[in-house]
Structure formats: C-alpha cells, structure tokens
C-alpha cells in the first residue's frame, strides 16, 4: 500500500484514514525508524493562543498538518504540563492535552515538533493574561433591548473588504438577495450612537466568523473557520474593538454561535481528523425538524436519531457532540471568544438539534469561567412545553438539568400575534396571549427568555400585521413591556417589510448603509413621516424602559381578558412607577372601570400616557380601538 501511495504519489494518509489504522501505524513507524520518509507541516494550533489563571486548568490544542503525528511532542514552560499527546485516525492531527496551574504566568513558550531526534519546527504558544475586569463581562437581562442585525445587511463601513481575494464567492452584488452585500462590523461601529439613541442596549449580529462558502452564506451559520472573523467583516482585532466600543457606549454585545453544525468548507471538514467528527449516515439524511421526537415519551429511537444526527442541510455536516475531541474543539473555541472580546450574552443556534448531554455539560463549563455571561437557546417551536423543556432547572421532570438559561421565546410571538391580529375566542384572539402566559409555571425563570416579534428567519412584523400602523404600534408595546428580554429585528423602526419565503426578502439592506444609497434611513430628514413616527415611537418606549425599574427588574400580574380588553402590569413591591398595560385588539373604541384592578392600583391617583406624555383619569379609561395603552401608575 505504501508502495503504491508512493509510486501513484497519492498522500499515503488519504488510504490510511478508514482502513485498519492500528496495523498500518505499525507498519509506518517501522518504516520510518532512522529515516524520516515523509515531509512533516505545521498548518494550525487551535485555539491559536490561551490565557491564565482558567478555572478549568486543562486545554487541548488541536495541531494540523501533513503527518505531524509521525512527530514528537516537547514544551517546557512553568506551570504547563504536558499530559498526554493523543493521535487519532488521520496523521494529520494531534491533539496535546495540557495542564496549566494557576501560579502559571502570561508568557510565551515553544512548541516543538521533532522526528528521529531531529527539531522539525516549533509553535511559539502564548499565554495571555486573562482579563479580571468585573465590570468586563455584564450579561444581558431584563434590562437590555436587543437590536439583531445582519452584518452583511447592515451597514459598509469598509469598502476594501467588500470582496476578499482568495475566498470562495468573490462576486458582490446588491441586486442579488443570495449574494454578499459588502456590509461590515466597521458599519455597525459606525451606527453605535445611532442605535443607543434609539434605546438599544445590546446587539446581536447573526455569525460573524468566517463561512467561506461558494453561494449564499452571508447569514453566518455554515463556519469554515471558528477562530476567524469572516474577512468581508472585519478582523479579530476590529471585533475585540467593536465589543469595546460598545462597552464603553454603555451597550453590549452577544454572540450568535453555532454548536450544530458547520459548512462543507470547512478546513476540518475537507480532512478529518477522525470519522466519528461527524454524525456519519450510509446515505446522506437531513433532520427531521421535529423537535418533538426529543421530549416525546412515547418517541421512537430512529425519529429521535434522525432529529439529533441528521444534516441540517446537505452543506451543513452534523458535528457529532458525544465525540470528546469534538466536544473540547467547540467548548474551548466559544470561552476563548468570550475571553478573548468580553462578550455579555450568547445566542446558541439550533439549540434542540444538539446532543443533550454535552450541552449540559457545556453550559456548566462556560459558566464556571464566566459567571456573569448570559445565555439563551434558539428554540423555534410551537408549544410552551416544547421551549420549557430545553430550559435549565428541570422545572418539567425531564430527570436532567441542561443548565440553559433561557430561550428564544416563539410561543410568545405566535400569542401576540394571535393577540393582534385574530379574533377574539374562548381560547382565540387576546384570550391566546393570556393562556400562553399563564404557562410561564413551566419554567424556572421565564424573564430570561428572549421575546421578540420577528427575526432573521420569519416574515417581517409590520407585514405580519399587515402594514396597519396600529397594530404595528400594539405590537411593540406589548415587546417592550412584557416579562423577557425584548429583541427588534433591524429595521423594524423604520417599517421594513416582507415575507420570508424566500428568506433573502426579510434580510434587504437597511437604506442608508451604503454610501451612494438614495434615502437614508439613519437620519430623521431621511425618513418619510409615518416611519419617523415608528422610529420615534420605538424610541420613546425603548428609553422608557432603560429607566424604569418595574420594567427592568418587576414581576408581571395578569387579569383574565373581559370584554375583549386584556390588561397586564408589571410592578415591583413600590406601587410608584407601576406599568399598567391595557390592549384592545378589536375596532371598537372602549371604556375600562379600574376597579377591579385594585391589588395593582391601590392608591394610584394619577395614570401617565407613556407614548403621549398626558395623564389621564383613572377610575375609567378610554380605550381606542386596535390600540396598546402603555401607562405608568403613581
Ligand atoms: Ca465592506
């Protein structure tokens, strides 16, 4: 076989990589006693550095290259010790598992590869001082209003990187919904103040690390590359400064990561350390997107397989998350990008397709090391019990915590639709809204779920609405006083619209983000009336919110709907500052007496129109037709 490799001059490591591995290793290492047969490469060390004083004080450091397991492995450095150097199927990996004590110091420190007694090359590793700031990592709660955008979509701060030599898609095209658009991080850094103006606290970007895919990957979650900005985003560098920047505006940031999945791109992808890297199947399978299969006591175990190991798609391989090599590649990566930029919040893609156990078993290690960090889970699903059933706590008797705290809450946006725009019913209409939070019991704390109206992945909300300002203005007011974490697609405060299908409709650029562009939407003169008034209504909300404390950290009371009028407060044990919120969806003007909303509104003299500014009286409030009344009590 070697032989034969040699003479046909194909890598001997193609042949060897699924065959008998350890009779051929056998053979290999006889073969090259006292001559080194074959060029040894050192391609990549990952993660490319490390940093002090850990909690967990064990790392693994994947090195690729061409054979550079038929090479031997020395370090000496205080503190650092090197355990164990595992080799694995394919010859071109090795995994070095190191122990690093707390005394060890920043520094740095060579990695050397050696054959035959011979240095072949060395990795200068360095250890970089962990950052103890503790205002660094904040976390994202009640408090914050999240603005999720796309990069790509967004804004171009830098024309230079619109099109990156030596990357798969080189084409730009703005006309094209599949291709990339040119935006950047350096846009978002440009638009900081505009959107801290607007109320935001927080933003979330949909993958910025690299997916150097052949077509249609500027959403992020098809990776090629998990350490590495994509090069049409920006660099590491300008990612640490863009989580700077934003810290230093008093905003944060969270970071959409992907557990999953990653593209066919990717480097592993093309040369596999080992076949169990990926959830293998004799002929391609895709999941069944049926999240069902995972709680369902009554489950068959292939539906449960196929919804946990099938492909997401056929250019996303399935990451198989029991494989330990996989396990530490991926949780060391996202604590190293947490440490690395001081990250607030992350928002885990695809959480149901992942594999239970090592989720679990991730969140505890990224919470050891950062116990400020938020996290939630993407759970598209369609029933309360579907979303508790992800969240930490085992609040429904699954018998295993998965230690998540929160999750995006689609239930929630599919009541508040129901809420606005269907008709009132037993178990219909606002009545929806009403029953689906009743069902908060089922979780542990269901303020940490991520309540939102629209995202990346759906319809647009004022088109959901079907562009009735009123209900549009419902909306957000139900978002921004609701229990949660509110998220805003971008956009939505100047009324983009579309529908999703296909999804590239729902993810156009925002006008203004391009130099050249003919409106821009970014400034007031740039806007038409109706979407001034949308950015402003937006914004008045938004910055209410950031200073009121029965929003930001109060409890929610709720009232059984009565004559179609629906009314929530949330408040904390002052009944100063109380927000009463009073929906009527129907096209009928209303009159609500108070009275029977006296546990909340004892003593309460004066109401204050929120949105208007006026007071109103209180013992019997006007209500107008498809209107949110959002009123603080005092
Ligand atoms: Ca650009």
Redesign the pocket.
Known sequence: MLILCLHLQIPFPFYIRYLNMKKLYFILIILLTGFNLFAQKLERVEPMFWFTEMHNPKLQLLVHGENIALSTVTLSYPGVKLVKVNKVENPNYLFIDLELSKSAKAGKFLINFSANGKKLFSYTYELKNRNKSPERIQGVTQKDFIYLLMPDRFS???????VVQGLTETALNRDSMYYRH???I??VINHLDYLKDLGVTNVWMTPEVENDMANASYHGYAVTDHYKIDP?YGTNELYKKYVETAHAKGMKVIKDIVHNHVGTNHWFYKDLPMKSWLNQWPKFTQTSYRDQTVMDIHASEADRKQMLDGWFVSSMPDLNQRNPFVQNYLTQNHIWWIEYAGIDGLRLDTYGYNDPVYMADWALKVQAEFPRLSVFGETLVTAVPNQAFFTGGNTVNRGFDTHLQGITDATLKDAIYEGINGKNGWVDGINRLYATLAHDFLYKNPNTNCIFLDNHDMSRFYSVVGEDFDKYKMGLSILLTMRGIPEMYYGTEILMKNFSNPDGLIRSDFPGGWDGDKKDKFIAEGRTNKENEAFTFVKTLANYRKNSPALQTGKLMQFVPQDDIYVYFRYNDSAKGTVMVIVNNTDKDKNLNTDRFSERTSGITVAKNVISGENLSFKEIKVPARTTLVLELN
């Open positions: 171009n701060g830098d024309k230079s990187n619109d040119g935006g950047d350096q846009g049409r």
